[in-house]
Nanobody
Framework: QVQLVESGGGLVQPGGSLRLSCVASGMTFSAYVMGWYRQGPGKQRELVATINTGGTLTYANSVKGRFTISRDNAKKTVYLQMNNLKPEDTAVYYC???????????WGQGTQVTVSS
């Protein structure tokens, strides 16, 4: 059974930092494209960042230069380092795993990030 478990969310002031983690189990982690998505209040879920099996990174324009995605295949963990957080970054952040050869997708349960003074 595949599980993705996120942690690291919380309340932070504007300009602050948080580091999200997503630990995977029940899957060949290194074979998956891993990503972070978010869904703000009243908004649709949107892509934040992805890292593929070769380490290629993609970012939403809104987070470029502030967020960094990384992965540790030995620990089956993907991270999202978020710096210079803004109120508009407030959302539930979801970990995503994609295995394209079989069109398989998995989601974590989400972790809340709130940026407010």
């Amino acid at each position: 059974q595949v599980q993705l478990v996120e942690s690291g969310g919380g309340l932070v002031q504007p300009g602050g930092s948080l580091r999200l983690s997503c630990v995977a189990s029940g899957m060949t982690f290194s074979a998956y494209v891993m990503g972070w998505y978010r869904q703000g209040p009243g908004k649709q879920r949107e892509l934040v960042a992805t890292i593929n099996t070769g380490g290629t990174l993609t970012y939403a324009n809104s987070v470029k230069g502030r967020f960094t995605i990384s992965r540790d295949n030995a620990k089956k963990t993907v991270y999202l380092q978020m710096n210079n957080l803004k109120p508009e970054d407030t959302a539930v952040y979801y970990c995503n795993a994609e295995y394209y050869p079989l069109s398989t997708t998995y989601w974590g349960q989400g972790t809340q990030v709130t940026v407010s003074s």
